[in-house]
């Protein structure tokens, strides 16, 4: 199986950044994509960021020009800077990867989630 691990998450203050960083590990035999997902009480889960293999990648309009999403390949890690932070930024980020495993099965993996508060 496929094991992510989050870092980086914390209190900043508006205005501030972060760089969030999910490293993969396990039975990887492709990363098909990675992504970063955000969840606030009360909110439905919501897509913030993509990268694919191929290096294409996607924002949620409300982070476009803030945020960016980068892969470090050799370490099978996705990291998320993000800039100019606001309150509505707050929330559980959530690592996910799409991944086919070392036994040929493609599936969908998640990390725990990491806190990101933004307040003064």
């Known amino acids: 199986q496929v094991q992510l691990v989050e870092s980086g998450g914390g209190l900043v203050q508006p205005g501030g950044s972060l760089r969030l960083s999910c490293a993969a590990s396990?039975?990887?035999?492709?990363?098909?994509?990675m992504a970063w997902y955000r969840q606030a009480p009360g909110k439905q889960r919501e897509l913030v960021a993509r990268?694919?293999?191929?290096?294409?990648?996607n924002y949620a309009d409300s982070v476009k020009g803030r945020f960016t999403i980068s892969r470090d390949g050799a370490k099978n890690t996705v990291h998320l800077q993000m800039n100019s932070l606001k309150p509505e930024d707050t929330a559980v980020y959530s690592c996910?990867?799409?991944?086919?495993?070392?036994?040929?099965?493609?599936?969908?993996?998640w990390g725990q989630g990491t806190q990101v508060t933004v307040s003064s």
């Open positions: 996910n990867c799409n991944a086919v495993s070392s036994g040929y099965i493609e599936s969908v993996y």
């Open positions: 396990g039975s990887i035999f492709r990363i098909n994509a």
């Open positions: 990268i694919s293999s191929g290096g294409r990648t």
